[in-house]
């Protein structure tokens, strides 16, 4: 530095005075050398002669330092003088680097340079290495080769040598695993050998030190195995695990805690998932579905049952079918109905395959894998006035069982029996008129259609049922209760209703036959044609024939052909008198054209018969007149006044 040249030179500018362990270069402009003095001394400059650098310090190595020379100076093999050359300059190794350790101090020579600074050798502890890598060749080494230098230990570096990375040993804890990779082809610890790419597992617990051509991927967890939980691992390659065993690629297995307390996945191995143990109490069982052989191979397509108690795990490619299933308990009224998947012997007895049978109870009851529970089956408990429809699966009749409980057979079931949608309605509302207790949501039908269909018919009525099989009708009369056999339908009754009556209005079941009335208007022209509405009301009943029932039914609309019939004699009888004649003699007039006379007596008949169907009118009432058009109206009105005033007059 300036100080430090200011500090060495006296008064006189050409004498410097050099400090020991200092050095200056002087030039020679004579021969253009420069060359090195060091001190101390006191060095006086001739005028040929120049100060190019210094006074400098020179470089002093403390012991386990070293420093890096860049252009060394060539020395003798004594390492004592540099060799110069036949011009006075000290021969260089230009590029090239040098590594001095712990000396005395020297001076660095024109074209020397030091590369950092004085640097303390690296100390390599225990369980650590330095991976070295060769720059150049020298004694067995090859440019590029790389070694570990492992402590504990003191480098000492070369300039052949470079130092590419400080590699730190990992601990191996329990329960845990190294993940290695091979760099290169190579040795492992265990003297096997290893393909560049290829990985293993180091499960030694301790520090563990890489060699050189391996290197950490990472470090793999054991997975802990208990009682109640197994894994299930898949290997993606063919390979021998842990245990000896050869696995093939694709192929999957279970680690349970027979085995194992903890598992560490292999380098070939990938966990699938965690199966959970499957428990059966003493009242449970369960199918086992594609179960494995003594081999570890899927059965596919085979069926094991498990019965309880037992705990197992569930292997992989196995299923349970319909899962945990309890065991069948059959009270005495119960029973199962059971078939055969595949021929099964049970007892001495052989089923073939689709064989049904039944087994009753009580008992407990878990089928074997031959055999399917096609349904549980209980006594079906009927009243004296209750039945079903049951058919026979073996000749397909279907027959009502009526009056008492009744267990289905093998080869029975139960038969809906279809109604019409009008019935059905039907039905309903007569159910509801005879419930007083019936709720407004009964309007709709939720029938029972394996029941068989009942209707009580009411007091003085009749019911037509007939028979499509035996294609003949029977006739009920009330009060009566009607079950339906299974090819029995109701007869239903359309009837005109309504004032004047339009046909369809009244639907019904039931035949009434009464007495009762029915109500019409009739409109009938007079011969000076005035036109009338008349309301008549009819009184009517039915005679009955014991021996000749069906005969009321051979009318479908006894209501609507009586009332035409009616009406058609009225307008008639109407048609052949004057108005003022009807309005004096309306009611002789209509009950004699109605009931007729007796040829005999040649007085009016009390009834009016219809041998069609054994209908009797009895009685008919005039309840109005009325004139239809405004002329017949006027006359009408004049006519009443008229009888008032001749009434007025008597009196």
């Not at 040649?602 to 405004?630: C, H």
Request: proline share 5%; glycine share 6%.
């Amino acid at each position: 530095s300036l100080q430090q040249r200011e500090s060495t030179m006296s008064r006189d500018p050409n004498v410097i005075r050099i400090k020991p362990y200092f050095y200056v270069h002087v030039l020679n402009n004579n021969t253009n050398v420069t060359r090195v003095e060091c001190g101390p001394q006191t060095y006086t400059r001739q005028d040929h002669e120049k100060i190019v650098n210094g006074p400098s310090k020179m470089v002093m190595i403390p012991p386990r330092h070293f420093c890096i020379i860049k252009n060394p100076v060539k020395k003798t093999e004594e390492e004592e003088t540099a060799i110069l050359d036949e011009s006075g300059n000290a021969r260089l190794s230009f590029g090239n680097e040098e590594i001095r350790f712990a000396q005395d101090p020297f001076p660095l020579y024109p074209g020397e340079q030091l590369r950092g600074s004085v640097n303390p050798l690296q100390v390599v502890n225990s369980d650590s290495a330095l991976r070295l890598r060769a720059v150049r060749d020298f004694d067995e080494k090859v440019a590029g080769d790389e070694w570990l230098f492992r402590g504990p230990g003191t480098y000492i570096p070369r300039v052949e040598v470079q130092v590419a990375q400080f590699i730190s040993s990992t601990v191996i804890k329990n329960n845990s695993a190294l993940r290695l990779r091979a760099r290169k082809q190579c040795t492992d610890c265990t003297d096997t050998k290893r393909q560049a790419g290829e990985e293993w597992l180091v499960r030694t617990a301790g520090a563990y030190l890489p060699n050189v051509d391996e290197e950490i991927v990472q470090t793999v967890s054991a997975k802990v195995l208990t009682e109640k939980k197994a894994l299930q691992i898949r290997a993606t390659k063919t390979f021998s695990d842990v245990f000896g065993k050869n696995r093939k690629a694709g192929q999957e297995w279970l680690v349970t805690l027979d085995e194992a307390e903890t598992h560490i996945c292999d380098v070939y191995e990938e966990i699938v998932g965690e199966v959970r143990i499957t428990t059966l109490t003493n009242r449970q069982f369960a199918v086992v579905l594609d179960p494995i052989d003594d081999d570890g191979n899927n059965r596919f397509g085979m069926k094991e049952l498990r019965k309880g108690p037992a705990s197992f795990f569930l292997q992989p490619g196995e299923r349970l079918e319909r899962g945990i299933q309890n065991v069948h308990i059959l009270a005495a009224e119960e029973a199962l109905l059971l078939r055969a998947r595949e021929a099964f012997t049970e007892g001495k007895t052989l089923h073939p395959p689709g064989d049904c049978w039944m087994i009753f109870g009580p008992c407990d009851y878990v089928p074997p894998v031959e055999v399917e529970i096609v349904e549980k089956r209980s006594y079906i408990p009927l009243d004296e006035n209750e039945g079903i429809y049951v058919r026979n699966l073996t000749t397909g009749k279907v027959r009502a069982h009526v009056g008492s409980s009744y267990m289905l057979k093998a080869n029975e079931e139960l038969w809906e029996k279809p109604l019409t949608p009008e019935i059905e309605s039907l039905l309903v509302k007569a159910s509801r008129s005879s419930s007083r207790t019936a709720s407004p949501s009964s309007g709709t039908s939720n029938r029972d259609k394996t029941r068989v269909v009942t209707y009580r018919a009411p007091h003085g009525s009749a019911v037509q049922v007939y028979d499509y099989k035996e294609k003949k009708a029977r006739v009920v009369f009330g009060p009566e209760l009607i079950m339906l056999g299974p090819e029995e339908m109701f007869t239903t009754i359309k009837l005109s209703g309504d004032t004047p009556k339009r046909e369809g209005v009244i639907k019904s079941l039931c035949l009434l036959l009464g007495p009762d009335f029915m109500t019409d208007i009739v409109i009938v022209e007079t011969s000076d044609h005035a036109r009338l509405s008349l309301k008549l009301a009819y009184n009517w009943y039915f005679e009955v024939d014991r021996e000749n029932r069906s005969q009321i039914f051979r009318v479908p609309d006894f209501v609507g052909d009586g009332c035409k019939a009616i009406a058609s004699r009225v307008r008639g009888a109407v048609a052949a008198v004057t108005f003022d004649q009807f309005h004096r003699n309306s009611s002789d007039i209509i009950i004699s054209a109605v009931f007729g006379l007796d040829p005999e007596t040649k007085e009016v008949r009390n009834r009016f018969f219809f041998s069609a169907n054994n209908l009797v009118i009895t009685n008919i009432d005039i309840q109005s007149v009325e004139p239809v058009d405004q002329r017949t109206r006027d006359a009408l009105q004049k006519s009443v006044q008229l009888a008032i005033e001749i009434t007025t007059s008597s009196q």
